[in-house]
Antibody
Framework: QAQLVQSGAEVRKPGASVKVSCQAS????????IHWVRQAPGQGLEWMGFINPYTGGPTYARKFEDSVTMTRDTSITTAYLELRRLKSDDTAVYYC????????????WGQGTLVTVSS | VLTQSPGTLSLSPGERATLSCRAS???????LAWYQQKPGQAPRRLIYGTSNRASDVPDRFSGSGSGTDFTLTISRLEAEDFAVYYCQQFGGSPAYTFGQGTRLEI
């Protein structure tokens, strides 16, 4: 059974960076895109982009093109989301999710990582 | 853009729930999914391709619709069904979009 396990909560000051990890197990890591979705406190879900674990190529939502980097390490079946130049409104829970191509939905989700940006 | 209605739906266990998701442009029925999210938890997939239940989803959940109007129906509400529900589409710009959610409360 596919499982995604994320790293723990982080606290950063404005202007800093943070890197969140998402370790996959139970399926072929290079066979499914890993997406990142964030949820600000009390708000809905916002898609940020995805990485193709096979090629390592990322695709970002336009809003996040200049502030995030998505990478992966196939040797440890882990995807990463780096957030740069953090602002207070980046405070959110960040989820990784496995996309099922052909069925067009997010089949598995990580448990979420809370990133708090505060001075 | 996906617009969900109502924003909040107040019902009792045993009742039928009907949640709406309207798209600003036509969406292929293959590209519309629904998720359930409970407090403090990650979203959970319920329905994909408009009407296909994901594995382990009870058959009281069903999806329907086409074009710009889609519906999630819960035939007989159970206590565990009270949560927030999101629709999601593939395609358009950005390519992956969620509705703002419907809160189903007791």
């Amino acid at each position: 059974q596919a499982q995604l396990v994320q790293s723990g909560a982080e606290v950063r000051k404005p202007g800093a960076s943070v890197k969140v990890s998402c370790q996959a197990s139970g399926y072929s890591f290079t066979g499914s895109y890993i997406h990142w979705v964030r949820q600000a406190p009390g708000q809905g879900l916002e898609w940020m982009g995805f990485i193709n674990p096979y090629t390592g190529g990322p695709t970002y939502a336009r809003k996040f093109e200049d502030s995030v980097t998505m990478t992966r390490d196939t040797s440890i079946t882990t995807a990463y989301l780096e957030l740069r130049r953090l602002k207070s409104d980046d405070t959110a829970v960040y989820y990784c999710a496995r996309w099922i191509s052909g069925s067009y939905y997010f089949e598995s989700w990580g448990q979420g990582t809370l990133v708090t940006v505060s001075s | 853009v996906l617009t969900q209605s109502p924003g909040t739906l107040s019902l009792s266990p045993g009742e039928r729930a009907t949640l709406s998701c309207r798209a600003s442009q036509s969406v292929s029925s293959s590209y519309l999914a629904w998720y359930q999210q409970k407090p403090g938890q990650a979203p959970r997939r319920l329905i994909y391709g408009t009407s296909n239940r994901a594995s382990d989803v009870p058959d009281r959940f069903s999806g329907s619709g086409s074009g710009t109007d889609f519906t999630l129906t819960i035939s007989r509400l159970e206590a565990e069904d009270f949560a927030v529900y999101y629709c999601q589409q593939f395609g358009g710009s950005p390519a992956y979009t969620f509705g703002q959610g419907t809160r189903l409360e007791i």
